[in-house]
């Protein structure tokens, strides 16, 4: 069964530190993975999309890492930001047959909470 | 704003009710998606359309049924409500019917529903 476990369901950082969450899956054959965050009460944004071949991809203070052989992804978040603060979902898409949205497998999400 | 435009914001109804959730997707998209939130839970992938005909299938009760119109809009219909019904309720777009690597989805703001 496809799966996408995150690290850790929670954390909490002060305002200016780094920090990394992580992001394991088992979807195979795999296409490609993405990092979404999601405001509280909001719908989810998507951060980066990352596929098969490539490793590292950044988006502003945000930089995504992808080990296709491990199976594993990290998004590192750089001088953090109050407004950091947000669920990051990681969602993995296999490749699949049909295509559709049932090829996605979507992680529970880490709730980051940045302090002042 | 993503573009995407999700009627009501809340709704709070009781166990047994029916409801309509709607959903405008983004200028020129032709899939909508439907996902289900609940408290603590990973997003839920319910049901895709792709211009006006039903794409993928994911974890969808015989409860809930959808569509999408010759305008693209979809609605989502939940009927004979169960407390454990209340989540928020998600709509995406995206241009194609794929989620491949460059056919991003953009989350609508959401539906809380409430069943009492």
């Known amino acids: 069964k496809n799966q996408v476990e995150q690290s850790p369901q929670s954390l909490i950082i002060l305002e200016g530190k780094n920090c990394t969450l992580q992001c394991n899956y088992t979807v195979s054959p795999f296409s490609n993975l993405r990092w979404y965050k999601q405001d509280t009460g909001r719908g989810p944004v998507s951060l980066t999309i990352m596929t098969f071949s490539e490793n590292t991809k950044s988006n502003g203070r945000y930089t995504a890492t992808l080990d296709a052989d491990t199976k594993q992804s990290s998004l590192h978040i750089t001088a953090s930001q109050l407004s950091d603060s947000a669920s990051y979902i990681c969602?993995?898409?296999?490749?699949?047959?049909?295509?559709?949205?049932?090829?996605?497998?979507f992680g529970k999400g880490t709730h980051l909470i940045i302090q002042p | 704003d993503s573009g995407v435009t999700q009627t009501p914001k809340h709704l709070i109804t009781a166990t047994g009710q029916r409801v309509t959730l709607r959903c405008s997707p983004r200028?020129?998209?032709?899939?909508v998606y439907w996902y289900q939130q609940s408290l603590d839970q990973g997003l839920q992938f319910l049901i895709q359309y792709y211009n006006g005909e039903e794409r993928a299938k994911g974890n969808i009760l015989e409860r809930f049924s959808a569509q999408q119109f010759p305008d693209l809009h979809s609605e989502l219909n939940l009927s004979s409500l169960e407390l454990g019904d209340s989540a928020l309720y998600f709509c995406?777009?995206?241009?194609?019917?794929?989620?491949?690597?460059?056919?991003?989805?953009?989350f609508g703001p959401g539906t809380r529903l409430t069943v009492l």
């Open positions: 969602v993995v898409i296999g490749v699949w047959a049909g295509g559709g949205a049932d090829g996605l497998t």
């Open positions: 995406a777009s995206s241009p194609g019917p794929q989620v491949g690597i460059t056919d991003t989805q953009y």
């Open positions: 200028s020129g998209d032709l899939s």
